[in-house]
Nanobody, 128 residues
Framework: QVQLVESGGGLVQAGGSLRVSCAASGRTFSNYAMAWFRQAPGKERDFVAAITSGGRRTVYADSLKGRFTISRDNAKNTVYLQLSSLKPEDTAVYYC?????????????????????WGQGTQVTVSS
């Protein structure tokens, strides 16, 4: 089992930045690929970004590339998502997830069902 706890969400004005974090415990964090998804009210949970277990490869939703950056610190068992140039449509609950994806499979596996463990989410609200 891997336990994931997100933090860092909040209210930010459009154009602003925010960094959300996800702390992991349980099984060896560095064995897992990590991802961020988001879910707005009444919508499906959408892929945001993912990073391989060693951090060598990152992938992003095409619409978010250039504004969001995923990173990880395996010494701290933490994955981060830096959100920049925020827009009101970025308002959502942001979830981190862990899975056993590899360097070669991570680019094409962008569904929630591809990941095994989930956090409870952190709310990000962007005001106009």
């Amino acid at each position: 089992q891997v336990q994931l706890v997100e933090s860092g969400g909040g209210l930010v004005q459009a154009g602003g930045s925010l960094r959300v974090s996800c702390a992991a415990s349980g099984r060896t964090f560095s064995n897992y690929a990590m991802a961020w998804f988001r879910q707005a009210p009444g919508k499906e949970r959408d892929f945001v970004a993912a990073i391989t277990s060693g951090g060598r490869r990152t992938v992003y939703a095409d619409s978010l590339k250039g504004r969001f950056t995923i990173s990880r610190d395996n010494a701290k068992n933490t994955v981060y998502l830096q959100l920049s140039s925020l827009k009101p449509e970025d308002t959502a609950v942001y979830y981190c997830a862990a899975g056993t994806l590899t360097f070669f499979t991570i680019p094409d596996r962008r569904k929630a069902s591809d990941y095994d463990y989930w956090g409870q989410g952190t709310q990000v609200t962007v005001s106009s």
